[in-house]
């Protein structure tokens, strides 16, 4: 007994290697990658791990014959299908992955098909994530096509529930029973301590990756899904109200400087989404529609923008469309004003 | 945990139940010395730092490796107040001000942590990367031993203290790593760096053992070597920002003088 209490002792204060434990076994049962040919898709693979589901568009051919992904886990974790079992998506079940990790915890990811091919949206139906408690917009039946700051917020430690959130649905609709509201909200406890002292609502066709939402936020904000043809106008419905008092970075309020909002749509080529860090610097863009002035809308405000193209394609490419939208301009580098509201509704690319 | 509290607690009374027996021969001793013995009170001043740490009672397997560990700036002062009911033997009461402190560097796996914040928020994860911590606390504390005096030279005790917080730090940052959101299954978070601050959640009240010996060097002076060992864990039972409890475990090594 003594000689035990001693060992604390002297590990503790004298060499704390000496107790150091056999490692744990890994708990974690994550599909890292999920890799098909290029060939075969319209856009890069996403695998939503907050939500436990792999987004997959793919090319029509693909999707009649099947494809074969290759798959990484987690260290010394399994799945079943295994990696470079053939997967077929023209039936009418759902296709699960069960990992199952070294210490024995499942984790089941489903697959999620793209391709909507409607480019008109009124946000009608919204679902509500569980564990987070922050909405998100169900569009043509599918979850995977917007998507919102919302994730990342969720990680800062944010009351879990819907209002505390900066995209949501809203009641004071233009058309139907619901629009989009985006909010920009105050930074959390949390989130000062990496130096965020304010999130903008943030609405936006592509994915949330939370794997950088911290490190590299900007680069968190995947934009765009596959496209195809020739869009002519970017037209919906709008009302802006900024926020009273405008605040830099570091929270000081700067008299004088009024928010203004965002909402733009963005043509590029490829399959692999852009990001806040070039969405607007891509060589890869080819058209752009973007709302002249993001200053006040106390009225539902009628938009209708054509497109701007800036460099020549066919409209048989593989390509991505990207809208997004912002309660605060300036809200990828956490600036703006507290309580800017940017409400949106009827949104469509008309080709 | 419990199990080592009742070990430790075990161990105090084996420790009590000796010092009796030694008591009640010393008493027969005492009375062929009466004489030549007084009963006395004694002053003296105690001055040291703490070494040691604020620190789990058996490293949690989800700490994977210390990179480095050092002790804070951990002076104690105090005034001790002892009287000598026999030539060998007395009690002691002192009032120290103690500073508690360290910094360790670590690296650990899913380690589970839930942070409230002030705002009403909470974020609930396990974190795999890198730790920095830096504590430093201030007590005022009142340790009451047995005291037990063999010779010229030695001079043994024994006890139990009691602390009052009056000022603490309990602060660092983590890096390197990913955090999961929720737990093991949740999604990856990757940090580069962020800062953590626990300070305001430091129990305000901290008792343990704490026993030790000093010898003497000098007509007045000695060197003197005491631990001390928290039994209450530093945090309230629902701070959940590590999923073990902390207990403070300091070493004083000072002097003492003779007033």
Redesign the interface.
């Known amino acids: 007994m003594k000689i035990r209490n001693l060992c604390y002792l002297a590990t503790l204060i004298v060499s704390l290697h000496a107790c150091i434990k056999d490692p744990p076994i890994n708990p974690e049962a994550d599909i890292e990658t999920f890799s098909i040919d290029k060939k075969y898709l319209t856009a890069d693979v996403f695998i939503d791990q907050a939500n436990r589901k792999i987004f997959l568009n793919l090319t029509p051919d693909a999707f009649k014959s099947g494809v074969t992904p290759v798959i990484t886990t987690s260290a010394g974790a399994t799945v079943v299908p295994a990696s470079g079992d053939s997967l077929h998506l023209d039936s009418s079940t759902v296709k699960e992955y069960v990992v199952t990790s070294a210490s024995g915890n499942k984790k089941v990811y489903t697959i999620q098909l793209g391709g909507m091919g409607i480019w008109a949206w009124d946000f009608e139906t919204w679902g509500l994530q569980d564990h987070d408690r922050y909405q998100y917009v169900i569009e043509h039946g599918s979850s995977s096509f917007w998507s919102s700051g919302n994730p990342g917020i969720a990680l800062s430690g944010v009351p879990k529930d819907p209002m505390e959130y900066p995209l949501r649905a809203s009641a004071d609709a233009y058309h139907g029973k619901s629009a989009a509201e985006l909010v920009t909200r105050k930074g959390t406890a949390l989130s000062a301590l990496i130096g965020i002292k304010l999130f903008a609502g943030s609405l936006f066709i592509g994915v949330f990756d939370p794997q950088n939402a911290l490190a590299a936020p900007l680069k968190a904000t995947q934009f765009g899904e596959p496209y195809s043809g020739k869009p002519l106008r970017f037209v919906g419905y709008y009302k802006y109200q900024p926020g009273d008092q405008y605040q830099d970075k570091a929270g000081n309020i700067i008299a004088g400087m009024k928010d203004s909002c965002s909402l733009y749509a963005v043509l590029f080529k490829g399959t692999t989404r852009l990001d806040a860090t070039n969405i607007h610097t891509s060589d890869r863009i080819l058209a752009t529609a973007s709302i002249p002035d993001g200053g006040p809308r106390a009225a539902w405000t009628r938009f209708d923008i054509p497109f701007k193209i800036t460099q020549p394609y066919t409209g048989t490419e593989k390509m991505m469309m990207a809208i997004v939208a912002s309660s605060s301009k300036d809200g990828d580098t956490y600036k703006g004003a507290i309580g800017s509201r940017l409400v949106l509704d009827s949104l469509e690319v008309v080709k | 945990m419990n199990k080592i509290t009742i070990?430790?607690a075990?161990?105090i009374l084996g420790i009590l139940t000796s010092t009796a027996q030694l008591f009640a021969q010393d008493n027969g001793n005492e009375q062929t010395n009466t004489k030549r013995f007084k009963k006395i009170l004694e002053h003296r001043i105690l001055a040291g730092f703490n070494?040691?740490?604020t620190?789990p009672?058996?490293?949690?397997?989800?700490?994977?490796?210390?990179n480095s560990?050092r002790p804070e700036f951990s002076p104690s002062l105090g005034y001790e107040l002892s009287y000598r009911h026999t030539e060998k033997w007395g009690a002691a009461i002192a009032v120290k001000l103690d500073y508690k402190g360290m910094a360790?560097k670590d690296e650990v796996?899913?380690f589970p942590t839930i942070?409230?914040?002030?705002?009403?928020?909470?974020?609930e994860g396990?974190f795999t990367g890198k730790n920095k911590t830096t504590v430093r606390n201030a007590y005022i504390s009142f340790p009451i031993s047995a005291v037990y005096t063999p010779g010229n030279r030695w001079r043994f005790n024994l006890g139990v203290y009691a602390a009052w917080l009056f000022s603490s730090n309990f602060y660092g940052t983590v890096s390197d790593g990913?955090i999961?959101?929720?737990g093991?299954?949740?999604?990856?978070?990757?940090?580069?760096?962020?800062?953590?601050d626990f300070g305001t959640e430091v129990r305000s009240f901290d008792a343990g053992l704490q026993g030790g010996a000093a010898y003497r060097v000098g007509k007045k002076l000695s060197i003197d070597g005491n631990?001390n060992w928290g039994l209450r864990p530093i945090f309230p039972d629902d701070f959940k920002g590590m999923d073990f409890p902390l207990y403070n475990?300091y070493?004083t090594l000072g002097v003492t003088y003779k007033i």
């Not at chain 2, 009672?57 to 210390?66: A, D, F, S, W």
């Not at chain 2, 002030?118 to 974020?123: A, E």
């Open positions: 070990k430790i075990g161990l070494f040691g740490g620190a009672v058996g490293l949690p397997n989800t700490i994977r490796k210390i560990y360790t796996q899913y942070i409230t914040t002030s705002d009403g928020g909470r974020f396990d990913y999961r959101n929720g093991s299954l949740g999604e990856k978070v990757n940090i580069t760096s962020a800062t953590f631990l475990i070493l």
